[in-house]
Each structure stands twice: as structure tokens, then as C-alpha cells.
Nanobody, 119 residues
Framework: QVQLVEFGGGSVQAGDSLRLSCTASGRTLDFYTVAWFRQAPGKERALVVNINRSGTSTYYADSVKGRFTISRDNAKSTVYLQMNSLKYEDTAIYYC????????????WGQGTQVTVSS
């Protein structure tokens, strides 16, 4: 069983930066693809970015390309989301999720961290 905990949310101004962290316990993240999802008020939860086990392959939603960067440190069982040039529309609860490589379902989820961007 993997437990995921997110850190780093907060309230910032448009144009500012934040770095979110997702740390795993219970098991290492070596064999998991890890993603960040977000859910804005009144909207469904949506995939933002993900990263494969080795960090060599990533996916970014169009809305965050060029502004967000995902990275991972498997030795620390931690995945990071660097968010630059934040916009009001980035306001959401951000969730870290993990799925075992070779599967499609994100089985493990963190509790979420709030990111609020003021315009």
C-alpha cells in the first residue's frame, strides 16, 4: 500500500510560483507512474501532468505547458510540481496520484492541497 501526502499549496498572486511536493510512504515510488490532477470549483477533476517511473517521459495538459514542470526523486520517494507564471484559472485543489506501471488506473491518491491564485 502506498500513502501519498502533498505539500506546498497556498495563496499567491498571478504571475507567482509555487512548488508542490508529493511524498510516498509505505512503499517506494520506483514502480509507479505519478500524476498531478486538479479540481477547480464546480469542475471535474482533471489530469494536469504525469511522469513515468524513470522520469524520462512526461505528459502536460495544454493549459500548463511551458509553465509547469514535473520531476521526481525516487531516492526520496517524492515527486515535485514546479508551477510558474500562475494564473487565476490554476486555482484548484491539486491531488497527487500513483498507478503501478503497466496499469491504467490511478489507485493511490493524496488528500489534496489547495492552490489559490489571485488576479
Amino acid at each position: 500500500q502506498v500513502q501519498l501526502v502533498e505539500f506546498g499549496g497556498g495563496s499567491v498572486q498571478a504571475g507567482d510560483s509555487l512548488r508542490l511536493s508529493c511524498t510516498a510512504s509505505g512503499r517506494t515510488l520506483d514502480f509507479y507512474t505519478v500524476a498531478w490532477f486538479r479540481q477547480a470549483p464546480g469542475k471535474e477533476r482533471a489530469l494536469v501532468v504525469n511522469i513515468n517511473r524513470s522520469g524520462t517521459s512526461t505528459y502536460y495538459a495544454d493549459s500548463v505547458k511551458g509553465r509547469f514542470t514535473i520531476s521526481r526523486d525516487n531516492a526520496k520517494s517524492t515527486v515535485y510540481l514546479q508551477m510558474n507564471s500562475l494564473k487565476y484559472e490554476d486555482t484548484a485543489i491539486y491531488y497527487c496520484a500513483a498507478r503501478i506501471i503497466g496499469t491504467d488506473k490511478y489507485e493511490y491518491w493524496g488528500q489534496g492541497t489547495q492552490v489559490t491564485v489571485s488576479s
